[in-house]
Nanobody, 127 residues
Framework: QVRLVESGGGLVQAGGSLRLSCVVSGYIFGNYAMAWFRQAPGAERELVSGISWSSGNIYYQDAVKGRFTISRDNTKNTAYLEMNNLRPEDTAVYFC????????????????????WGQGTQVTVSS
C-alpha cells in the first residue's frame, strides 16, 4: 500500500521560512511525478508546484515563483518544498501528491490526475 506522509508545517511569521517534506512509502511502479497542492479555508485546492521524476520539468504557480523551491530525492522517495519569504496568503493545508508517469519528464497539472495523496500539513503565516 502506498502512503504519502507530509511533515514540516507549522506557524511562522511573515517573511519566515519553512521546509516541507513528503515521504513515499510502499511501492509505485515506474516513474512518478510529485506535486504540492494547498487549500486555504473556504477555497478550492490549488496546485502550488510540481516536479517530474527526472527533476527536469518543474512548475510553480505565479504567486510562489522566486519564493518556493521544489526538489526531490528519488533514492529517499522524498519530495521537498522549500518556502521562503512566506506571506499570510500562503496560509493553507499543504498536500503532497504523486502521479504515475510514462516518461521521466512528465508533469501533470490536473488534480484529478494524481493517484496518491498525503493527509496534509498545516502552514500558518502570521502578519
Amino acid at each position: 500500500q502506498v502512503r504519502l506522509v507530509e511533515s514540516g508545517g507549522g506557524l511562522v511569521q511573515a517573511g519566515g521560512s519553512l521546509r516541507l517534506s513528503c515521504v513515499v512509502s510502499g511501492y509505485i511502479f515506474g516513474n512518478y511525478a510529485m506535486a504540492w497542492f494547498r487549500q486555504a479555508p473556504g477555497a478550492e485546492r490549488e496546485l502550488v508546484s510540481g516536479i517530474s521524476w527526472s527533476s527536469g520539468n518543474i512548475y510553480y504557480q505565479d504567486a510562489v515563483k522566486g519564493r518556493f523551491t521544489i526538489s526531490r530525492d528519488n533514492t529517499k522517495n522524498t519530495a521537498y518544498l522549500e518556502m521562503n519569504n512566506l506571506r499570510p496568503e500562503d496560509t493553507a493545508v499543504y498536500f503532497c501528491a504523486a502521479e504515475r508517469a510514462e516518461g521521466k519528464d512528465y508533469l501533470g497539472r490536473i488534480e484529478n490526475g494524481y493517484d496518491y495523496w498525503g493527509q496534509g500539513t498545516q502552514v500558518t503565516v502570521s502578519s
